[in-house]
């Protein structure tokens, strides 16, 4: 079974509900499977908050998830047009398996939710980009083929699924930000199938 690493930091639900979706969409695709991870708090001084098992919910990643999964969607929050410090925090620790090259030629996607129109959503999904290709990973976006990305008037975007409302209501996706959500798991999932095939 091929595996795809879903990696997310939610701070108030909308950034896991989309991981959710997008893992459906990922294991409609038969012989590829998503694994859900999450990463923990950290301080202002960036040290983790947490300990290593949280007490429900996903569980923290660790280098060897990255290491084994054939393929990597990687989610957070918007935070002033970046991804937030406890997924930076985490990409951050990434150097071992870079040195080996472990994440080489492995497609990559990227999501996030803002809590505005305008409130930085592209300029998240390109700088989550930026590690991902450091890594040797191929970047993989959304199409306009997927007919929701060209109806929507909230979320979507060609660098990468998007919700527009905030991290604090994890039901208030648009119908077409779901669909994007999930093309965005089916299209990583086939490609990951056809490279591995």
């Known amino acids: 079974m091929l595996e795809i690493l879903v990696l997310y930091y939610s701070k108030g639900g909308s950034v896991k509900e989309m991981s959710k979706i997008i893992a459906r969409g990922i294991n409609s695709v038969d012989g590829v499977e998503a ?35 054939q393929g990597l969607v990687l989610g957070s929050p918007t935070r002033f047009g970046n991804m937030a410090a406890p997924l ?9 398996i870079w040195i080996k090259g472990a994440m080489e030629d492995k497609p990559a996607s990227v999501f996030t939710s ?3 129109v305008h409130g930085g959503n592209e300029s998240t999904l390109l700088s989550m980009q ?4 450091h890594l040797g990973m191929l970047i993989m976006g959304i199409p ?9 008037v909230s ?13 604090s209501n994890e039901n208030d996706l648009t119908s077409d930000e779901k669909s994007i959500c999930f ?15």
Do not use: W
């Not at 991870?37 to 569980?59: A, M, N, W």
């Not at 930026?130 to 290709?133: A, R």
């Open 35 to 69: 694994k859900l991870r999450t990463v923990p708090e950290v301080s202002p001084l960036t040290t983790q908050q947490e300990g290593k098992i949280p007490e429900s919910g996903d569980l923290y990643a660790n280098l060897s998830d990255l290491e084994s999964c």
């Open 183 to 197: 093309a965005q798991g089916e299209r990583i999932a086939l490609l990951v199938k056809k490279i591995n095939g």
């Open 155 to 167: 979320g979507g975007t060609p660098y990468g699924s998007s919700h527009v409302g905030g991290d």
């Open 114 to 116: 803002s809590g505005s």
């Open 144 to 152: 306009y083929s997927t007919p929701s990305l060209s109806s929507t």
């Open 88 to 96: 930076k925090y985490f990409i951050d620790s990434m150097s071992p």
């Open 130 to 133: 930026l590690p991902l290709l």
